[in-house]
């Protein structure tokens, strides 16, 4: 079974500088599907950035990049010039490549990340 | 508008009673998704469906019962609330097509039992 983890509780940054966030991960499979969630206090949970393993090409969006490190297994997610919106808790999820099966494509979360920005 | 609802936002029930907690998805997405989040476990998987008429177990399914009759409803009951059961519900959709499909969330209940 997949397990995810963050080790980060809680972290802060100021407005406009550049916070990262851990998460590793441990699979055996070769081949699956990474994501950062961000749920703000409103609850929603956003679909931040999503990264393929095949693709050895770090995802962007905008002010959000990803470090994905495959041998490592680990996958941090970069925020550059930090806004106030962007107060949240962050989830790492890790999803097997084939979606059918016994998996149906199901999410394995990790613990969250609390972010707080500061002005 | 299209999307993902759940109902209700919130829910106070006591322990032993049952409580049934609906999702609902414009979407025609096959596959549907219960979570339930919880401080220091992130959101732990207690049921998922595939299509009408399929669903299975996931990490946490024990105390929870689904059904799946139709694709666009996935209601998820409690048949007898206990207090540790007490937690945030998510319920989540996916397209059945493709690979690397997001999963889109509601914006969940929260669950108080007492």
């Known amino acids: 079974a997949q397990t995810v983890t963050q080790s980060q509780p809680e972290m802060s940054v100021q407005e406009a500088e550049t916070v990262t966030l851990s998460c590793t991960y441990d699979?055996?499979?070769?081949?699956?599907?990474l994501f950062w969630y961000k749920q703000p206090p409103s609850r929603q949970m956003i679909l931040v950035i999503r990264q393929e393993a095949y693709k050895q090409q770090n995802a962007t969006e905008n002010r959000f990049s990803v470090n994905f490190q495959k041998a490592a297994k680990s996958f941090s997610l970069k925020i550059s010039d930090s806004q106030l919106g962007d107060a949240a808790m962050y989830f790492c999820?890790?999803?097997?490549?084939?979606?059918?099966?016994?998996?149906?494509?199901?999410?394995?979360f990790g613990q969250g990340t609390i972010l707080t920005v500061h002005p | 508008d299209a999307g993902i609802t759940q109902s209700p936002r919130y829910k106070i029930t006591e322990t032993g009673r049952q409580v049934t907690l609906m999702c609902h998805q414009t979407?025609?997405?096959?596959?549907m998704f219960w979570y339930r989040q919880d401080l220091g476990h992130g959101l732990r998987l207690i049921y998922y469906s595939a299509a009408a008429d399929i669903t299975d177990k996931g990490e946490v399914p024990d105390g929870y019962v689904v059904s799946r009759s139709k694709t666009e409803n996935f209601p998820l009951t409690l048949e007898s609330a206990t207090r540790s059961q007490t937690s945030v519900y998510f319920c989540?959709?996916?397209?059945?097509?493709?690979?690397?499909?997001?999963?889109?969330f509601g914006d969940g209940t929260r669950l108080s039992i007492l």
């Open positions: 989540a959709s996916r397209t059945g097509g493709g690979h690397g499909q997001p999963q889109h």
């Open positions: 979407w025609s997405h096959s596959y």
């Open positions: 999820a890790y999803r097997t490549f084939y979606a059918g099966g016994t998996s149906y494509g199901k999410l394995t």
């Open positions: 699979t055996s499979e070769s081949d699956y599907y």
